[in-house]
């Protein structure tokens, strides 16, 4: 039986727009955000990546500071290089506020088959990226498989290469996915306050005196809108110690009316 050019054509256009339907029940957005919320407070898993030498990277070994967890794929040309360029820029602030060494980053290709080890070398190296504490990693099927679900991380392949969230995971001390921020566009509070709220909790074992430090950073650590900095707001520091001084003031007339002879 004859079949004719345009029968084909229509035939190619049916099964085109079929394909795309599948590929927009598999991602949808509003599903995707709430897997990505469900694992918030869960552990991340602990798979054996390689790093830009090809070297074994155990994730865990990151453990005892904040870690930010970026998941990209190297043959993105447009979301994923903007993604890593304005975390970037959110690193840089975020660092400059708590400190050089105050919390890791990690940028993992999820593309396992492309995203090699030189890849990624390549990756960083084309944004300019040599920084102190941020790794670029690379892994096999079964280990972005594992990282990928913990995180809440989904990603499917479509036309333009891949459809996914464009999601940015802080974990804390333990391993603990502690927040979430989505956007290409990374805002320096959204980035900067989950880490200062984890960089500043002090440990338990921590003294009185630590306690009190860290606190004090906590609360004059704040957001300049006019630098897009962050810095120590001395002002709030002191209205905070002379309400402490009055407060003490306070307490000590109270102690010496009560102790006072009637």
């Known amino acids: 039986m004859k079949v004719s050019y345009p029968t084909i054509l229509t035939f190619a256009v049916v099964l085109a727009l079929a394909s795309a339907d599948v590929r927009a029940r598999e991602y949808a957005r509003e599903d995707a955000l709430q897997l990505s919320q469900a694992v918030v407070g869960q552990p991340i898993a602990n798979p054996i990546l390689r790093d830009t030498d090809g070297q074994s990277f155990d994730i865990a070994t990151l453990r005892g500071k904040p870690l930010v967890i970026s998941m990209i794929y190297t043959s993105c040309h447009h979301v994923c290089p903007m993604i890593t360029k304005n975390l970037g820029r959110a690193v840089d602030i975020a660092r400059e506020a708590l400190g050089e060494d105050s919390f890791s980053v990690i940028t993992v290709g999820f593309d396992w088959a ?19 504490g941020w790794h670029f990693l690379a892994g096999d099927s079964i280990s972005i498989g594992e990282l990928s679900e913990s995180l809440g ?53 921590a003294s009185l005196v630590d306690h009190w430090v860290d606190t004090f950073r906590l609360f004059c650590t704040v957001y300049d809108p006019n630098s897009g900095r962050y810095k120590f707001d001395y002002s709030i520091a002191m209205t905070i110690f002379v309400g402490v001084l009055c407060l003490g003031a306070l307490l000590s007339f109270i102690i010496i009316e009560w102790r006072r002879p009637s």
């Not at 995203?115 to 102190?132: F, G, H, W």
């Not at 927040?179 to 320096?188: C, K, T």
């Open 153 to 205: 991380f989904q990603f499917f392949p479509s036309a333009k290469g891949f459809d996914h969230l464009t999601q940015t995971t802080v974990i804390d001390t333990d391993g603990i996915v502690y927040r979430q921020i989505y956007g290409v566009e990374i805002e320096p509070t959204s980035f900067v306050e989950p880490l200062k709220e984890l960089v500043f909790d002090t440990p338990r074992d």
């Open 114 to 132: 492309v995203d090699t080890p030189d890849r990624m070398r390549l990756y960083a190296s084309e944004r300019n990226i040599d920084v102190p």
